[in-house]
């Protein structure tokens, strides 16, 4: 028997979906109604998915990906740029033509492509956290810099202003940053140990 295959296609407002093998193409609103919707489809289906295949799209797919993870049903997560050279080089698509479903579920098929494991809410939020803490740091940065070379009175009191407000979002992050790797003290070894001194990182691929 051929492994079922899903892909979906995610935007704000709603997911497309697509299942091999078969062909059968729905949609849903992007929403907890329309998430539940689809894994009551999924469920009544009878044959569990070998994987389901969506793009990293940001916030759009985060809610999907915890449901899915939640039921325990197999998440694929392609990088978008990995999924548009498959279908370019499989003739699918011109650069500037959207990836959908269909083609999502073709590349799990032809590549078979194997479930990863999802961030637990809290990995998820920490890497979104330290993400953000590195633009600060640039903006940081910038700002210093600019600083430097700086004449007119209004400009450097806007930029020394702007520095404040890094230096408070900083602090604030770094808090909550603190409180979440306290919550959860496996982390820490993933964070390394020396998280004390002022320009500290913290590893963004977690």
Sequence with gaps: MTEATIGIDISKDRIDVHRLPGGESRQFANDKTGLRAFLRGVERSGEPPARIVFEATGAYHRA????????????????????????????????????????????????????????????????????????????????????KVMTIAVLKRQNAERLKQIERQLV???????????????????????????????????
């Design 172 to 206: 604030a992050l770094d808090t909550e940053i603190e409180a979440q790797i306290a919550a959860e003290p496996d982390l820490a070894p993933r964070l390394g140990t020396d998280r004390t001194a002022p320009d500290r990182r913290f590893p963004s691929s977690l």
């Design 64 to 147: 999907l990906e915890r449901r899915l993870a939640e039921t325990g049903l197999p998440v694929v997560k392609v990088n978008p740029r990995n999924a548009r050279r498959f279908a370019e080089a499989a003739g699918r698509l011109a650069k500037t033509d959207r990836i959908d479903a269909a083609l999502l579920a073709r590349m799990g098929v032809a590549l078979s492509l194997e479930p990863c494991a999802v961030l637990s809410q809290t990995l998820s939020d920490l890497k979104q956290m330290i993400v953000a803490r590195e633009a600060l740091i640039k903006d940081r940065t910038a700002a210093k810099n600019r600083a």
